[in-house]
């Protein structure tokens, strides 16, 4: 039957206002998962601050700046592993991440045969699905081996660097850094190799046909057009290593105390939580979970800090 031309307006006028109800339906239906997730989060730190309640009001912030960890005495500190925490993840961060970009530029540019990219990115990929306890066990077997000898050459020859003043013997920081970085490689290398494909191709045809050379518009063009999702893609990574702990606790020495030498055994947050969570009681308990509450904490203040990158790099 024919559809009067009369009734096409009423016919279009509804189902206008069907598309505008199943808008404002997903518009709240992504509100109530975007508060649950915030309410999961609120959830989480409330729980923990409770369980570390009696340590907060023993030590306070003092805590943070206390180096003594002892369950004799009740005498907690935790400056030591977050020491540990911010240097072995700033260690990895400065490996990882001219690797990971440069292997995303390279994977996103039609430098190789589009067959060769797939096998590299399978094969990117596929160093996260890797369990961190393989890492570690490979780390202790292969990495350390190879490091000692690295280390033991550069506290020769440049031993009067404060870095490199501790003769490596075998577990510490530097491994635990560069475990660090080959677990966040494939964090930065995806994410940024999504935003350098996102970047629309007429940028690209711009810059060329202006005369740009392709490198010139690769760093110059694409890679300033990207650079909110290489930022998200780095904080990610930081937060992957901050929060690690399997690996981490096997490479790095487990020693609870601060040492300039990036050869030196040294201690995380996860780490600790890790080696003594299982044996602890009483007090113990609560400075562990304050342990906790301060990495929820470091972990929310990176997050804070690149989105405001991302919002500056943006209106700039």
Do not use: C
């Amino acid at each position: 039957m024919a559809t009067n031309s009369h009734d096409l307006p009423s016919a279009i006028k509804s189902r206008s206002e069907g598309e505008k109800s199943l808008d404002r339906g997903f518009v709240w239906l992504t509100r109530i998962f975007a508060m649950a997730i915030a309410a999961t989060l609120l959830w989480i730190a409330f729980q923990v601050t409770i369980s570390a309640w009696p340590a907060i009001q023993q030590f306070g912030l003092g805590f943070l700046a206390r180096s003594a960890w002892n369950p004799v005495t009740n005498d907690y500190g935790v400056w030591p592993p977050v020491y540990g925490t911010l240097v072995s993840s700033f260690i990895g961060l400065l490996i990882a991440i001219p690797i990971g970009v440069g292997t995303a530029v390279l994977l996103s540019e039609n430098f190789l045969p589009s067959q060769v990219r797939v096998v590299l990115v399978f094969l990117v990929e596929l160093l996260a699905a890797i369990p961190s306890v393989v890492y570690g066990v490979w780390g202790i077997f292969v990495l350390i081996p190879i490091l000692t000898g690295v280390g033991q050459w550069l506290n020769t020859y440049f031993g009067w660097i404060p870095i490199f003043s501790t003769i490596p013997t075998g577990p510490g920081m530097f491994p635990a850094g560069v475990i660090l970085a080959i677990m966040t490689l494939p964090i930065i290398t995806a994410i940024s190799r999504d935003a350098l494909i996102a970047v629309p191709p007429s940028l690209r045809q711009a810059s060329i046909g202006l005369g740009a050379t392709r490198w010139e518009t690769i760093f110059q063009i694409i890679i300033p057009a990207a650079f909110s999702g290489i930022v998200s893609a780095i904080m990610l990574a930081l937060g992957r290593a901050m929060g690690e702990t399997m690996a981490v606790t096997m490479l790095i020495g487990n020693a609870n105390n601060v040492n300039i030498s990036i050869f030196a055994p040294a201690n995380t947050i996860s780490s600790l939580l890790a080696n003594q969570f299982s044996e602890a009681g009483g007090l113990q308990i609560a400075a562990l979970m304050y342990a906790a509450l301060v990495l929820f904490g470091l972990t929310l203040i990176v997050n804070i800090l690149a989105e405001l990158i991302v919002l500056r790099v943006k209106r700039m």
